[in-house]
């Protein structure tokens, strides 16, 4: 048997943390999920993240947590503003759109000017989150610590 899964103190130093991330990842996606159930069933954005995706991303943000915590917080919060952000901006764009069609519009089939856009916006949204925080880990965290580093000595 290997030595670190024997050593009880090691494990249960290990093990706490990643239950916290776990579940501070959970979180969101539990907000979201019961606020569906219980107001946003009739909106568009919110009812595809139901069915489809919702399990699908805290599971891999779960496994991801075990080796980068931070990553898996922030594109879990990141990706619950995205969600919000796209159902409000998919929403507007609707109600613009619908204002101003013409009856060529109402013919053409579920893409173009009368469908949601809400996913589009989300995935623009979520990858935003993503480039932002790579920025953040690769520049800006390094010249903190170095900062903190020159103050230090």
């Known amino acids: 048997m290997l030595p670190y899964l024997t050593d009880y103190e090691n494990d249960r130093r290990l093990f706490r943390p990643r239950v916290v991330n776990a579940i501070l990842v959970l979180l969101p996606f539990m907000v979201l999920y019961r606020a569906t159930e219980l107001w946003f069933s009739d909106m568009y954005l919110f009812d ?11 599971f891999a943000l779960c496994l991801i947590s075990v080796y980068r915590p931070r990553f898996s917080l922030f ?4 990706d619950t503003a995205a969600i919000i952000l796209a159902q409000i901006l998919g929403d507007l764009i609707l ?8 009856p060529e ?19 623009q949204l979520f990858f935003t989150v993503i480039v932002l925080y790579v920025a953040y880990a690769r520049q800006i965290e390094p010249r903190i610590k170095a900062r903190r580093e020159r103050r230090g000595k």
């Open 48 to 58: 595809f993240m139901k069915r489809s995706q919702y399990g699908l991303m805290w």
């Open 95 to 102: 109600e613009n759109n619908t204002i101003r069609a013409t």
């Open 75 to 78: 594109i879990s919060y990141g």
């Open 105 to 123: 519009d109402y013919l053409t089939p579920g893409h173009g000017k009368l469908s949601h856009h809400g996913i589009g916006i989300w995935l």
